[in-house]
């Protein structure tokens, strides 16, 4: 059958919507861009903000046309959103023919073919522990790759709907992240992205309590990949800031690979509103990490997710985070405006801050990182950087495209030499908005 997947949502499902297509690919399926061609469509959702939901629902919704044009046409929804409404949604959307929750993505091809054969509506939530070892396929390989290495989350900030649709933390065992990563380097992968929803608790049993100064499964993980020969990068997203400890802050500093730039999500610079959130920090807490780090990585960049309009934000708390973040002088933020989640603890408190001062404060932090942004590209300017190469520019054909280490993005104009996944040397001879522009130097011989 022709399968069309569409997801929604952050990383976690995408690596979640990639392994899955492998799987299909593996069981003789194809996979195919086109809407009108599919016979097969999967939507694999988010839940995270009720915007994310509403999309969801527009798109599949939309996909009546083509019902009515292949009424054997096979609609399923799968993912946060999947997980969180369950069979509600067959009611809402009638056009649907099977839901099946965060633990049962192993399930679709099964699914898939049991729905051809009788054509019975089908839903099922129920939880797999061990999902997350089945889905370890890899689709068509680049120079960069995915790998989950958690799932689920055990923190229950009070806003958050993830651990209610994702389930309980567990991680996977070191050996088989291992094979996984030296397989995808034998074929071709050069970088290799680590994800989680708490990554930097791998290995802690699901356990919240941020370990003793020495221990840190997940520094040692770092240390064995970086080992891998051929891997020419480590990221990892997303950690949570209590899990630096000693060990771990050493093992970022000595691993060669792993990149120096961390997506570390602050949500408030204020304490009152950090503890009406369950983040078990505060701003000076925060502070004292990211001085920590910058002290055993001077080039350190950091990005991070900020939550404006959070129930009771004043004024003053909404002033802390700005001020907060202009000291820490983020490189990157993505700052969302506070959706009250069914379910989540913070939704039986009012949304009380209006829609119009979330917008507000959501263009003051916008326009405070566009002028930092601005500032810390020009500081490039006249440097030579290294970059892993990417391939062809999406906005501009003649020019390639790299990364820093740090993460910002180089554009360049490419030498017969250049191919994706390779580390180069670029002088940066310009600032844009949001990247850079250099001149690639000749390669090493
Ligand atoms: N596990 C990641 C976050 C996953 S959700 C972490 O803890 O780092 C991604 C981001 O969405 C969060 O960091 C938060 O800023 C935002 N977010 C989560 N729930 C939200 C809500 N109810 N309203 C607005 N933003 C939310
Ligand atoms: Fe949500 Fe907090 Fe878990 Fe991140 S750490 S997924 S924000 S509950
Ligand atoms: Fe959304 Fe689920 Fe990720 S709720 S942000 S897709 S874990």
């Known amino acids: 059958m022709k399968i069309f997947i569409k997801t929604y949502g952050c990383q976690m499902n995408e690596r979640d919507s990639e392994a899955l297509g492998a799987m299909l690919s593996q069981q003789g399926h194809q996979l195919t861009a086109s809407e009108a061609e599919a016979d097969v469509m999967l939507f694999n959702t988010c839940s995270v903000r009720d915007a994310a939901e509403r999309k969801a629902k527009g798109k599949i919704g939309f996909m009546r046309k083509y019902k009515k044009a292949k009424p054997q046409l096979i609609i399923g929804v799968l993912g946060c959103m999947a997980q969180r409404l369950g069979d509600e949604l067959l009611a809402e959307l009638p056009n649907l023919d099977f839901v099946l929750g965060t633990g049962q993505i192993h399930r679709v091809p099964e699914v898939i ?119 020419l990068r480590i990221r990892y997203t997303s950690p949570y800031v209590s899990y630096f400890n000693r060990r771990l802050i050493d093992a970022l500093a000595s691993c060669s690979k792993v990149c120096h730039n961390i997506h570390l999500p602050l949500q408030s610079g204020s304490d009152t509103i950090l503890k009406a959130m369950n983040r078990q920090y505060t701003a000076a807490s925060y502070l004292e990490k990211v001085a920590q780090l910058r002290d055993a990585m001077p080039d350190l960049t950091f990005s991070t997710d900020v939550i404006v309009g959070f129930p009771g934000e004043t004024e003053e708390d909404f002033r802390k985070t700005r001020d907060l973040m202009n000291q820490v002088g983020f490189e990157q933020a993505f700052v969302f405006k506070y959706s009250p989640r069914p379910g989540a603890k913070s939704a039986e408190i009012a949304d009380t801050v209006s829609e119009e001062i979330k917008l507000e404060r959501n263009n003051i932090l916008l326009d405070d990182l566009k002028l930092r942004i601005g500032a810390k590209l020009k500081q490039q300017t006249g440097s030579v950087v290294e970059v892993l190469t990417e391939g062809v520019s999406a906005r501009n054909a003649s020019r390639w495209t790299g990364r820093t280490a740090t993460s910002f993005v180089v554009h360049f104009e490419p030498d017969e030499a250049c191919r994706p996944g390779t580390l180069r040397r670029v002088e940066i001879t310009r600032a844009g908005e949001v990247s850079l522009f250099g001149r690639l130097l000749p390669e090493d011989k």
């Open 113 to 231: 073919n049991k729905i051809a054969q009788e054509r019975k509506k089908i839903a099922d939530t129920e939880f797999f522990p061990d999902e997350i070892e089945m889905l370890g396929a890899h689709g068509e390989s680049s120079w960069s790759g995915q790998i989950a290495i958690t799932r689920g989350c055990n923190r229950f900030c009070s806003y958050c709907i993830v651990p209610y649709v994702r389930g309980r933390e567990v991680s996977r065992s070191k050996e088989s992240i291992l094979t996984e990563a030296r397989e995808m380097v034998a074929s071709g992968v050069r970088e290799i992205l680590l994800l989680g929803q708490n990554v930097a608790a791998y290995g802690l049993n699901g356990d919240i309590r941020p370990p003793a100064d020495d221990h840190s499964p997940f520094a040692e993980l770092l240390e064995e990949l970086n080992e891998i020969p051929g891997l």
